[in-house]
């Protein structure tokens, strides 16, 4: 990320952090600590989530490689699996694809504060957000090598890898010369598939190592004023995008989906997830942003909750049975955007008037 600096504090507001009076000297101490208490909370909050990731991201490697065992038992010969252990191997993918569902929100309630903060945002980059190759400006830092010595260089973030083995969404990453008939019927239909035991084992292997690396680095970082504003700013203007994903996803385009991640749980979950982790920042380091203007902060926080009442909104609609069109995906994108760059903007230019440097 590029550092911008953001304007100094104006003349007004150093006058009145400069005054001599004893009683707002004071004021100006209980403020500190109860910001520096706050953002203790934030990080609290963060470590919460690192350890129930590295928790789930084990269970995804035990259960990959019981099935890495399964399919090696049958000398990877998948077919032979599914004529000898039809039942054994069926449970085990419905088996990852619930380890996977389940560590989605674990990462995506705290990716507000990973991905936001300049110190651990390479995290978001390797565990939900890079590309592969294609991309190269987005492309993760590592490739993945096999116990069978295949390498993928940069192949993508692991969610995305995970998903689409265990989903059966990207080929590539699920077994050859074989139809996922999981239960037998002569059919194959979604979400049956039958992921590459051998590449399905190495990035659970990888993904694992990069949650406890996330869950120490976590550990070992004091949370500033910056970093919060910054998570804040950095990471709420960001509903276009993950809008656009919803509407190309399965949820929203069926069996015409062209975006292959997101089929284990709808981007409006990761959206609600997301802005629950953003709306706690915000409240944890407004006693911060109100130093400057205690009305404009106490409105900005309500914008937030409303923008969180939104996507909640949503999500619950959606969970609820109904059916969203690619133009409703497009209509909400665009509300959810304009609000959201609204509540960025008014942040930034709190931060601005406190001599705050924000990252972006």
């Not at 292959?260 to 981007?267: E, I, L, M, N, Q």
């Not at 999500?315 to 409703?328: C, Q, V």
Request: net charge negative.
């Amino acid at each position: 990320m590029k550092l911008i600096t953001i304007l100094a504090a104006s003349a007004a507001v150093a006058l009145a952090a400069c005054g001599d009076d004893d009683k707002t000297q004071d004021a100006g101490k209980s403020t500190s600590t109860e910001a520096a208490s706050s953002l203790s909370a934030i990080k609290g909050y963060l470590l919460e989530h690192t350890t129930r990731l590295v928790k789930d991201t084990g269970t995804l490697r035990a259960d990959a490689d019981a099935y890495y065992a399964l399919a090696e038992s049958a000398d990877f010969d998948y077919k032979r699996l599914l004529d000898e252990q039809r039942e054994q191997t069926a449970g085990l993918v419905t088996k990852l694809q619930a380890d996977m569902q389940a560590a989605n929100p674990a990462y995506e309630e705290m990716e507000g504060v990973v991905a936001g903060v300049p110190s651990l945002a390479d995290y978001d980059v390797i565990i939900d957000a890079g590309s592969d190759a294609s991309d190269p400006e987005s492309a993760v830092p590592f490739s993945i090598e096999t116990k069978a010595g295949k390498e993928y260089k940069q192949p993508g973030n692991f969610f995305a890898l995970v998903e689409t083995s265990v989903f059966g969404t990207e080929p590539k990453y699920t077994a050859k010369g074989v139809e996922a008939d999981l239960n037998g019927d002569g059919e194959v239909k979604f979400p049956e598939a039958l992921p590459d035991a051998d590449f399905l084992q190495a990035v659970a292997t990888d993904f694992e190592k990069q949650a406890i690396s996330l869950d120490a680095d976590a550990k070992k970082w004091e949370p500033t004023n910056a970093d919060a504003l910054t998570a804040i700013v950095v990471m709420t203007p960001t509903m276009s995008e993950y809008f656009g994903a919803w509407k190309n996803s399965r949820f929203v385009a069926g069996d015409k989906a062209t975006e292959k991640g997101f089929v284990g749980a709808s981007r409006t979950q990761d959206i609600a997830d997301i802005l629950g982790g953003i709306a706690l920042i915000y409240d944890n380091v407004e006693p911060v942003i109100a130093g400057d203007d205690p009305e404009q902060a106490k409105q900005t926080g309500t914008e937030l909750k409303q923008l969180l009442a939104f996507a909640e909104k949503v999500r619950d609609e959606e969970a609820d049975g109904k059916r969203f069109t690619a133009s409703d995906a497009d209509t909400l994108g665009t509300e959810a955007q304009r609000r959201a760059e609204a509540i960025a903007g008014q942040v930034s230019q709190t931060a601005g008037k406190l001599g705050i440097e924000i990252e972006s």
